[in-house]
């Protein structure tokens, strides 16, 4: 089996959806997430075609080149979607024609699936809903939620009203314990952090943590909302790194 490659840009993924547990609404925000990741070469969505909740995928997978997986309720309120998406994942994985897959659901059924390809070396990401269990979102390098992927996600007023939602899962009253911890597990020498990799650090501590989650299209700006404890510094060019520090609050 080929090594798998940690570059993005050489990165090929298999986007796997589990169609019982998916919207087909954000389909191309799900696709173009993955995207950041790596060349998203294999697109395979699994669901039983007869059953009439999965009508509304139909017309839109086409447009999207995702290949559907047709797979029979052989019992009454028995999902067999799960074992159909692990053993193909298996196969894809040991044919090494990928270097890493995203799992889109909200299902903690997959959380095996996911430690398991990370075991191999493997990227794994997730994207599924707020109300995803930590076990699976744990389970990932990354995990995205489908909440932040709707076009109002990264607005103050699009955090708010999804806090204010009773079925999804309360959000962190506050990031900035996070955000300390990562920028100093990423200090340099100097105490200076770049964001590439307080962001990476981030994803180690918590794969389901997302700026947007707070209201902030960018990491960079949900720090800079914390101004009283942190210091910034940008180079001059447009587009160059972006380093971070606590600043020094003590007194006298």
């Known amino acids: 089996m080929p090594e798998p490659s940690s570059s993005v840009e050489s990165r090929r993924i298999a986007m796997l959806i589990d169609g019982d ?17 790596g060349l998203v070469t294999i697109r395979r969505i699994y669901g039983d075609w007869t059953e009439a909740n999965m009508k509304s995928w139909k017309d839109i997978l086409n447009d999207h080149a995702v290949q559907p997986i047709q797979q029979f309720r052989y019992t009454i309120k028995k999902n067999a979607t799960d074992s159909a998406l692990i053993i193909d994942a298996m196969d894809i994985l ?29 990227f794994v990401m997730g994207i599924g809903k707020r109300s995803t269990p930590r076990a699976f979102v744990n389970g990932c390098e990354v995990f995205v939620y489908t909440e932040n992927l709707r076009p109002e996600a990264g607005t103050p007023q699009a955090a708010q009203r999804s806090e204010q939602k009773g079925d999804v899962e309360p959000l962190p009253s506050d990031p900035l314990p996070l955000l300390r911890s990562a920028v100093d597990m990423s200090a340099q020498e100097d105490g200076w952090a770049s964001l590439g990799e307080v962001g990476s650090r981030l994803h180690q501590l918590d794969p389901g943590f997302d700026a947007r989650t707070y209201g902030y299209k960018q990491l960079s700006q949900l720090i800079r909302s914390y101004s009283g404890e942190f210091e910034i510094r940008a180079k001059r060019s447009q587009g160059g790194p972006i380093y971070i520090r606590p600043r020094d609050t003590r007194t006298g």
Do not use: W
Not at 21 to 37: R, S, Y
Not at 108 to 120: C, H, P, Q, V
């Open 21 to 37: 547990n998916a919207q087909p609404v954000l389909i191309g925000e799900m696709i173009a997430e993955a995207g950041k990741h």
């Open 94 to 122: 040991y044919e090494g024609v990928v270097s890493g897959f995203c799992l889109v659901t909200s299902d903690s059924d997959y959380t095996r699936l996911a430690t398991r390809i990370r075991e191999k070396g493997f």
